[in-house]
């Protein structure tokens, strides 16, 4: 029986390559217009798992992405790298200088302001995601228009590729989270990579404390950003993911982790997924 697979988007994706390198030809995609629809196909658990995009080495974090993580019962259970290479596709037989508007999804414009500059492409329109984009100018026959895609979108809904690769860096990846429900036997705590939320009291050297703990325990931070609490305005919460040393569970330091925050939510134990840029 096959997987299903909440995904952003429609088949050509890059929400699709990803469900399809991980779960291989056992997976029925369930598509959805945005993420939280994502989170609540994979919340009533009409989908097993979900793909859910959350950060880009050029365009950033996806902060809502977290903010549905956080106000959901739901669990990172993986991670994927994905290198993006934007093309720049229109119906066959048009010419760079006939496109006036590009039509793609806002990360997809972000990744290639650069080329859209030099091209004065100046009219960009956001939309659902990349591969409905591609779907959209060929169903509507879309004259001067171009989107921003995959190959495997170009090929899938018969647009001509014009340029190659436009986006502001080669080394243009997306990180993917691995999602589902979390069922009543609570959290896994016993993979190398965590993903927690946390807030601490608004006074001086409150969050040092947090990083200092753990630093003492070894534990590496590959990332911290803050996003809003929800009707709190002025108070932030700290998204962190920690690499946890080789012989050390986190369910080991959860306890004292807990006397350093005012409130903590772990939103996923898991496998950490090789870097690409460090091959």
Avoid at 4 to 22: C, L, R, T
Avoid at 39 to 52: D, N, P, S
Avoid at 76 to 102: F, M, R, S, W
Avoid at 219 to 227: A, D, P, Q, R
Wanted: proline residues 2%.
């Amino acid at each position: 029986m096959k997987t299903k697979v909440a995904i952003k988007g429609i088949g050509g994706s890059f929400h699709d390559q990803v469900a399809q390198e991980v779960f291989g030809q056992q997976y029925t995609p369930l598509f959805c217009k945005n993420f939280s629809d994502i989170i609540r196909k994979v919340g009533t658990e009409e989908a097993e798992f979900g793909i859910l995009a959350i950060e880009n080495s050029l365009a950033g974090t996806i902060l809502e992405n977290y903010r549905l993580l956080r106000d959901n019962l739901i669990e990172i259970t993986g991670e994927k790298y994905l290198q993006v290479d934007h093309n720049l596709l229109a119906l066959p037989g048009t010419k760079i200088d006939e496109i006036e508007t590009v039509v793609s999804h806002e990360m997809a414009l972000k990744q290639c302001q650069h080329f859209l500059d030099t091209q004065h492409i100046m009219n960009r329109k956001n939309y659902l995601d990349t591969a409905s984009a591609t779907q959209l100018i060929r169903a509507k026959d879309m004259k001067g228009h171009a989107s921003i895609g995959s190959i495997e979108a170009a090929n899938k809904y018969g647009l001509e590729i014009l340029f190659r690769n436009i986006q502001d860096n080669a080394k243009n990846y997306t990180r993917f989270l691995i999602i589902q429900k979390v069922d009543n036997k609570g959290l896994s705590l016993k993979k190398n990579k965590a993903t927690i939320i946390f807030s601490v009291e608004d006074k001086v050297g409150r969050l040092a404390h947090v990083l200092n703990f753990l630093n003492s325990k070894g534990i590496n931070l590959t990332k911290i950003e803050s996003v809003p609490q929800l009707n709190q305005i002025g108070k932030f919460d700290m998204i962190t993911d920690l690499e946890l040393p080789n012989d050390q569970r986190f369910k080991d330091i959860l306890p004292d982790l807990n006397n350093y925050v005012e409130q903590i939510k772990v939103l996923g134990v898991y496998e950490s997924a090789n870097e690409p840029w460090n091959k």
